[in-house]
């Protein structure tokens, strides 16, 4: 079902509760933001409210309190990096719920950026009574942080109980318009990218993808499972042995839709700079790194032909170059290849900028777990929570 959009909503003189991701990296001490990617991602909603009337009360989360209040986790440095990126004032509320802050919303201020919801151990509960106090006064809710909208928290779901209508920011929007365009009814041919270390944390996803796409290229430290549940010698790889009745499962479901690497990359030792070989069978005491060159090709030539593509996981240690060779070769070939292409979050992205072509890729999600959710078919309650059209 088509949720409602902000767009939707007469937010004239209308007080909204908005839930954003500024789940933002901090230096030691809490005091200092070391990226603002996810304040900035955000900035078009929180413009379209206020350029239409409305007033906002921001919630997020940041890091793992552990439900208590941590000066280290602390949003008032967002408070202060958001005031000077909308240049105009953002009152950092003392708390999220409680008389203080009902005073604020009461007072008429245009952005209220309430303190980090997740010092309430009722957030992660999803309580009915902790979601009624963040409501209270609010007109509507929007959401915009797709990054926490699969979990079923206060802020994210359990709070759309208590307010009329619950929209989503355009953010949440343009994820949502994305990942749909790839998972049902994709441009053909449709072709997924699977790389990561584990086929265990992406079983979902494999079995859901086998539904959708064409091709399935296999990379990553999973191709080693995949591997050793064929029979092929893995040398020191990672590898999940107990996994391997499942990968065996795996691949004769997908029969000629999935590919695997054909030749790799690989150390004695796991390190940055560390002296490597490029084989088709991994000998004893070596371990792969990342796909080989003839991989590349065979991979390259599949992205050439797509017109849709679905990217999560690298295909190698990337974060130890020279081993993200084939991942940035990979990203290279998804940007020339002119196919509407969705790119999870995490390593993928780090791929897509490493390689300079984030601005060829047609979507990058901005949530990691959510969009591995949506991509394995599940439902994600601060999405089903959403208002239907």
């Avoid at 010092?119 to 797709?146: I, M, S, T």
């Avoid at 494999?206 to 990379?219: A, H, M, P, Q």
């Avoid at 394995?376 to 239907?388: C, I, Q, Y």
Wanted: aromatic share 4%; net charge negative; with cysteine.
């Amino acid at each position: 079902m088509p949720k409602l959009s902000i767009r939707d909503l007469d937010l004239n003189g209308k007080l909204v509760f908005m839930r954003v991701d500024f789940n933002v990296p901090l230096a030691p001490g809490g005091q200092e933001i070391t990226s603002d990617k996810r304040i900035r991602a955000s900035l078009p909603t929180i413009k379209y409210a206020l350029e239409h009337g409305a007033r906002l009360v921001l919630a997020s989360h940041l890091g793992r309190p552990k439900g208590k209040p941590n000066p280290e986790m602390s949003l008032k440095p967002v408070a202060a990096r958001l005031q000077e990126l909308l240049g105009e004032p953002v009152v950092m509320a003392p708390d999220c719920i409680g008389p203080e802050v009902e005073k604020l919303k009461a007072e008429g201020h245009r952005v209220i950026l309430l303190e980090n919801v997740r010092f309430h151990p009722e957030e992660e509960k999803n309580d009915p009574e902790f979601a009624r106090q963040l409501a209270a006064g609010c007109d509507y809710y929007v959401n915009d942080a797709f990054g926490s909208a699969h979990r079923a928290h206060a802020s994210t779901e359990a709070i759309t109980r208590f307010l009329p209508k619950a929209a989503a920011g355009l953010l949440m929007e343009k994820e949502l318009e994305y990942l749909t365009r790839v998972t049902q009814d994709p441009p053909r041919p449709c072709i997924a990218l699977l790389g990561g270390a584990k086929v265990s944390d992406k079983i979902e996803v494999i079995e859901n993808l086998l539904k959708i796409v064409d091709r399935l290229l296999i990379g990553g430290a999973m191709a080693y499972t995949f591997k050793l549940a064929k029979g092929e010698p893995v040398g020191n790889s990672l590898v999940e042995p107990d996994k391997a009745d499942l990968a065996r499962e795996l691949m004769a479901k997908a029969g000629d839709k999935m590919l695997l690497p054909v030749d790799h990359v690989v150390v004695e030792k796991i390190e940055a700079g560390a002296p490597s070989q490029v084989v088709e069978t991994i000998p004893e005491g070596w371990a792969g790194v990342d796909i080989g060159p003839k991989t590349i090709e065979l991979y390259s030539a599949e992205i050439a032909r797509a017109k849709s593509i679905i990217w999560n996981g690298p295909m190698g240690v990337f974060e130890k170059p020279p081993f993200d060779a084939g991942t940035v070769a990979l990203a290279r070939a998804v940007a020339e290849s002119g196919a509407l292409s969705v790119v999870g979050g995490g390593d993928s992205e780090k791929a897509i900028k490493a390689a300079g072509v984030a601005d060829k890729i047609s979507h990058i999600s901005t949530g990691g777990g959510a969009s591995l959710e949506f991509l394995a078919g599940l439902v994600l309650p601060g999405v089903a929570a959403l208002t239907d059209k």
